[in-house]
């Protein structure tokens, strides 16, 4: 299961029909080996960033997160929907 982050004209998910959205997304996947040279982003470094530029966010590991292999998301609160165009 997934969610769109978007507000949308119709019930079917397509571009378009997204009216507008207003959270910004980043999928972070941390592996060695696929351009990954050991020297990967930790969560709690993501953490200290985003709340020394004082953002409005949440993070979570995903479901295949581990400690060798990193994987989390970024979710951040814009200050104000954007549209499509």
């Given amino acids: 299961m997934t969610f769109v982050p978007a507000t949308f004209r119709l019930p079917a998910r397509s571009d378009a029909n997204v ?8 999928d972070i996947d941390q592996k060695l ?8 982003i930790a969560l709690e470094e993501i953490e200290d ?14 479901h295949s997160h581990t400690l ?3 994987r989390f ?12 165009e």
């Fill in 68 to 70: 060798a292999a990193p």
């Fill in 19 to 26: 009216i507008s959205s207003s959270i910004i997304i980043f």
């Fill in 49 to 62: 960033a985003l709340l020394d530029l004082g953002l409005a966010h949440f993070l979570y590991t995903s």
């Fill in 73 to 84: 998301r970024i979710v951040i609160a814009a200050s104000r929907p954007f549209l499509p």
């Fill in 33 to 40: 080996g696929q351009g990954y040279d050991g020297d990967m």
